[in-house]
């Protein structure tokens, strides 16, 4: 077919042939440069995904250890406040207390003592 296709076109055929070969090669050179820009961008994502994930992990790493503080903090607040609780529950008795012992030393009233 190439010896018929050079004889119509009038070049020899060993011209021809080379013309092919040339065209093929260019071919595959235009393939292959884009499968390395395929291959390229897709490592790119690759990389950008594997960045993405792992600062995500970081991140929620980072909130674990966060949220953690702020559970410490929280029981430490609860623990603080019934502490005071108690504190304030112990005054008010003792308050009761020294306010009855105080009603019961005090001398009898003037107005209603014998005379």
């Known amino acids: 077919m190439l010896k018929t296709m050079a004889a119509v076109l009038g070049l020899g055929y060993d011209d021809f042939k080379q013309r092919d070969k040339e065209r093929a090669q260019q071919r595959l050179r235009i393939i ?3 499968v390395l820009v395929l ?46 609780e108690t504190a ?18 005090q001398p009898p009233d003037a107005s209603t003592a014998p005379r």
Request: hydrophobic share 40%; charged share 30%; aromatic share 4%.
């Open 32 to 34: 292959l440069a884009s």
């Open 39 to 84: 291959f390229i961008v897709f490592m790119g994502l690759a990389v950008t995904l594997y960045l993405g994930r792992r600062t995500a992990m970081d991140i929620g790493s980072e909130a674990k250890v966060e949220a953690a503080r702020h559970k410490n903090a929280l029981i430490t607040v609860q623990r603080q406040l019934n502490e005071s």
């Open 88 to 105: 304030l529950s112990e005054a008010n008795e003792e308050k009761e207390r020294l306010r009855r012992e105080l009603k019961n030393s």
